[in-house]
């Protein structure tokens, strides 16, 4: 079985860029989708990317996910920064017989 | 619009069998587009992935709780079930049923608050 690391929190100020990692400890990250999802406080998780870098319908463009095989990880990066972003972030992929979510990162937009 | 709703006691004894079910409504738990999985958060913790039904029938479990759950569809009711055995503190959490596609959780219920207590 493979884990996902991600940072336990990051911030950045209102109309700034952040990017969050996603780091797969084993087996390639260009081999299952990766997805990414937004959990505010007292709600249930969304989607804001899908396989990769595929947004939902609803989800603004700010949001972009991309994979880097050289480090084994994913992002998933916020441009121009809204204090509505600020939430916990779950990477999440699988294998051929488990999914994984990563243990999550806190967004404070300050 | 398809919707999930979990249902279920709050409150189960050590050592008892947690058993909670999900109900789908706006569209069918037999389409062989999808598969149906639970997953849980402890509070104030991270999502944590308990398992996974196909439309084959086909069940996957995460492998440190797979020796104590059982998942499964009834197609008449359109509804799939979670049963979570011996539990102990350690399972308290809000519980989630999930719609999976392509390897993503598209839709997810509001979720239930599952607390292990005598």
């Known amino acids: 079985n493979f884990m996902l690391t991600q940072p336990h929190s990051v911030s950045e100020s209102p109309g700034k860029t952040v990017t969050i990692s996603c780091t797969r400890s084993?087996?390639?990250?260009?081999?299952?989708?990766v997805q990414w999802y937004q959990q505010r406080p007292g709600s249930s998780p969304t989607t804001v990317i899908y396989e990769d870098n595929q947004r939902p319908s609803g989800v603004p463009d700010r949001f972009s996910g991309s994979i880097d095989s050289s480090s084994n990880s994913a992002s998933l990066t916020i441009s121009g920064l809204k204090t509505e972003d600020e939430a916990d972030y779950y990477c999440q992929s699988y294998d051929s017989s488990n999914q994984v979510f990563g243990g999550g990162t806190k967004l404070t937009v300050l | 619009q398809l919707q999930l709703q979990e249902s279920g006691p709050g409150l189960v004894k050590p050592s008892e069998t947690l058993s909670l079910t999900c109900t789908v409504s706006g569209g069918s738990i037999s389409s062989s587009s999808y598969y149906w999985g639970w997953i849980r958060q402890p509070p104030g913790k991270g999502l944590e992935w308990i398992g996974s039904?196909?439309?084959?029938?086909?069940?996957y479990y995460n492998p440190s709780l797979k020796s104590r759950v059982t998942i499964s569809v009834d197609t008449s009711k359109n509804q799939f079930s979670l049963k979570l055995s011996s539990v102990t503190a350690a399972d308290t959490a809000v519980y989630y049923c999930g719609l999976g596609h392509l390897g993503a959780f598209d839709i997810w219920g509001q979720g239930t608050m599952v607390t292990v207590s005598s």
């Open positions: 039904i196909y439309y084959s029938g086909s069940t």
């Open positions: 084993s087996g390639s990250i260009a081999s299952n989708y």
